[in-house]
């Protein structure tokens, strides 16, 4: 089956769509495009990404992102028509630690993209929400890419851990011949969603990331505050945990800013907590192998921190294994909606922390 896989991730860069043959256990990527999302758009994504907000705002926003994920579905499928699209939709809001309500512990996340625009506009069954029966069912509906990490990476003999670098940063560990209730996967931490933002703010918004992190290398790490950074918390939770802009979006940034620090200083010093962050969870794991993918991968200062602090570990890219490592997360949900279309579940209770896999998605028919 061909199935498109649409993903817009927390960095707000843009709409990736990837297609992909899957036939049974074998995923074949056939095509990956990526469409920026118009500067009005992301704008407004980021006045509503964990943010009190009017209900009106959302609800444009949320039709509107149905309009420009069919699009960007067409443009993707000149050449390879789907039979089915699996849309993760833009997360505003993911709150992966319970809160209590009326007595009950409830976590709670919101994608916006509305899946009945786009199965309407491209006249293709199309899987959408994904996230919200794991947390019905006691997850914290993050992360749910191991599942497909799981299919694309496990091995015999050798250990790995799939390490995606997007606005947050995750890690599936996989064992040596593990089966799938022994992966284990959780949010590390900030990817490249701070060191993005402090970017915007020092170059007035004319560039959202740093080129191959030549930024970073230009500063000086401030330890102090590094230390800081790295005694959050959200750092001594066991897994399964998730994370994302509630903690490290606009609030935590602007406390860097208030610092006063030059800005040059905090990208480094910013690069380096996330390069740490990632480093102590990868070296628990005690792989052989880290297979990384995501932006992250582009961040030359990242990746060459990284086989500094992982001694002894092959860090390697998932384009090692025939897998675009921008394309990733976009074929992870074109499985999850070809395993919800067989009625098979397609969350790992081990990571999410769900009381029992369960079916993902939500079914919009053409």
């Given at each position: 089956m061909?199935?498109?896989?649409?993903?817009?991730?927390?960095?707000?860069?843009?709409?990736?769509?990837?297609?992909?043959?899957?036939?049974?256990?074998?995923?074949?990527?056939?095509?990956?495009?990526?469409?920026?999302?118009?500067?009005?758009?992301?704008?407004?994504?980021?006045?509503?990404?964990?943010?009190?907000?009017?209900?009106a705002t959302i609800a444009r926003l949320h039709f509107l992102l149905g309009e420009l994920y069919a699009d960007a579905v067409k443009r993707a499928s000149r050449r390879h028509r789907p039979a089915l699209i699996g849309m993760h939709g833009q997360t505003i809001f993911h709150e992966g630690s319970p809160v209590d309500y009326l007595g009950r512990r409830v976590a709670s996340t919101l994608q916006i993209g509305e899946a009945a625009v786009v199965a309407e506009r491209t006249g293709v069954h199309t899987i959408s929400n994904f996230r919200e029966r794991d947390v019905a069912a006691g997850g914290q509906g993050a992360p749910l890419v191991p599942y497909v990490d799981y299919l694309l990476f496990?091995?015999?003999?050798?250990?790995?851990?799939?390490?995606?670098?997007?606005?947050?940063?995750?890690?599936?560990?996989?064992?040596?011949?593990?089966?799938?209730?022994?992966?284990?996967?959780?949010?590390?931490?900030?990817?490249?969603?701070?060191?993005?933002?402090?970017?915007?703010?020092?170059?007035?918004?004319?560039?959202?990331?740093?080129?191959?992190?030549?930024?970073?290398?230009?500063?000086?790490?401030?330890?102090?505050?590094?230390?800081?950074?790295?005694?959050?918390?959200?750092?001594?939770?066991?897994?399964?945990?998730?994370?994302?802009?509630?903690?490290?979006?606009?609030?935590?940034?602007?406390?860097?800013?208030?610092?006063?620090?030059?800005?040059?200083?905090?990208?480094?010093?910013?690069?380096?907590?996330?390069?740490?962050?990632?480093?102590?969870?990868?070296?628990?794991?005690?792989?052989?192998e880290v297979i990384a993918a995501g932006g992250g991968v582009h961040n030359g200062q990242i990746m060459r921190r990284l086989g500094e602090l992982l001694p002894g570990i092959d860090v390697m890219s998932s384009r090692d294994f025939g897998i675009d490592p921008d394309a990733k997360e976009a074929i992870a949900f074109a499985v999850l909606a070809y395993e919800f279309v067989r009625g098979r579940a397609g969350n790992l209770p081990r990571a999410t922390g769900a009381r029992r896999a369960v079916m993902l998605g939500k079914s919009s028919p053409a």
């Open positions: 061909i199935v498109a896989g649409v993903m817009s991730g927390t960095s707000l860069d843009g709409i990736d769509v990837a297609i992909v043959d899957i036939q049974g256990k074998r995923i074949r990527p056939l095509a990956f495009y990526s469409t920026p999302y118009p500067k009005a758009v992301r704008e407004a994504l980021l006045g509503v990404s964990n943010a009190m907000t009017h209900t496990h091995h015999t003999r050798r250990t790995r851990v799939a390490l995606n670098i997007g606005g947050i940063a995750n890690i599936t560990t996989i064992p040596a011949g593990a089966k799938p209730d022994k992966v284990i996967a959780f949010d590390t931490g900030p990817g490249n969603m701070v060191i993005n933002a402090l970017v915007a703010h020092h170059t007035d918004g004319r560039r959202q990331y740093d080129t191959n992190g030549s930024i970073a290398r230009r500063g000086n790490v401030h330890e102090r505050l590094l230390k800081a950074m790295m005694s959050d918390p959200y750092f001594k939770l066991k897994p399964p945990k998730s994370t994302g802009r509630e903690r490290f979006g606009q609030q935590f940034v602007g406390g860097l800013l208030a610092t006063g620090i030059p800005l040059p200083d905090l990208i480094a010093t910013a690069t380096e907590f996330t390069v740490q962050s990632i480093a102590s969870a990868v070296l628990h794991a005690k792989p052989h």
